[in-house]
């Protein structure tokens, strides 16, 4: 059974890692992850079972997942799954004008967790939005993600996508 609850300062002042399920997630960089208080978004926890919380917001819990041992995250109030219920909200991002998407999706969630429990500064890996859209044929989440950052930036909170080809593998593409 969910329960209902409010995400607390767990990380405060630290460094947090959001592992996303994209191509550019090498075992390198989930080695690297590995040393940062850890978020797996969704189906990531196939290759991230020792994060320390797995997020899968929309209740589509993934099945490989049911023994995960860290904190379980769902946005969702669930009967037949023990985890945290918590309210998420939607990204409102301007496709044209007059054209607004309100999204609210795992790897959004998740990089909102991370600020929520007081991430100063934020390390996405194996996030690959445009690979996501053309995958889930969904339009508007490379958008979202952008205002995310550009809102946690105002807040002081650094947001950084880790990218295994650049040359320092920080950028706020």
């Given at each position: 059974?969910?329960?209902?609850?409010?995400?607390?300062?767990?990380?405060?002042?630290?460094?947090?890692?959001?592992?996303?399920?994209?191509?550019?997630?090498?075992?390198?960089?989930?080695?690297?992850?590995?040393?940062?208080?850890?978020?797996?978004?969704?189906?990531?926890?196939?290759?991230?079972?020792?994060a320390d919380m797995l997020v899968s917001?929309?209740?589509?819990?993934?099945?490989?997942?049911?023994?995960?041992?860290?904190?379980?995250?769902?946005?969702?109030?669930?009967?037949?799954?023990?985890?945290?219920?918590?309210?998420?909200?939607?990204?409102?991002?301007?496709?044209?004008?007059?054209?607004?998407?309100?999204?609210?999706?795992?790897?959004?969630?998740?990089?909102?967790?991370?600020?929520?429990?007081?991430?100063?500064?934020?390390?996405?890996?194996?996030?690959?939005?445009?690979?996501?859209?053309?995958?889930?044929?969904?339009?508007?989440?490379?958008?979202?993600?952008?205002?995310?950052?550009?809102?946690?930036?105002?807040?002081?909170?650094t947001c950084w996508h880790v990218n295994?080809?650049?040359?320092?593998?920080?950028?706020?593409?």
């Amino acid at each position: 059974m969910t329960t209902r609850h409010e995400i607390a300062p767990i990380w405060a002042g630290q460094t947090v890692a959001v592992i996303g399920n994209g191509p550019s997630l090498t075992d390198e960089l989930l080695a690297e992850a590995k040393g940062h208080p850890c978020i797996a978004v969704n189906r990531a926890a196939r290759r991230a079972p020792w994060a320390d919380m797995l997020v899968s917001i929309d209740g589509n819990w993934p099945d490989d997942c049911a023994d995960f041992a860290g904190l379980r995250v769902v946005g969702v109030e669930r009967d037949d799954l023990d985890a945290l219920c918590v309210a998420m909200p939607y990204e409102a991002v301007t496709i044209a004008p007059g054209h607004v998407l309100h999204i609210r999706n795992n790897a959004l969630s998740a990089i909102g967790i991370a600020a929520q429990a007081g991430a100063a500064e934020i390390l996405l890996y194996g996030m690959d939005p445009a690979e996501y859209e053309a995958l889930h044929d969904f339009q508007g989440f490379a958008k979202a993600l952008r205002a995310l950052r550009d809102e946690l930036q105002a807040l002081g909170v650094t947001c950084w996508h880790v990218n295994p080809t650049a040359a320092t593998k920080k950028t706020k593409k």
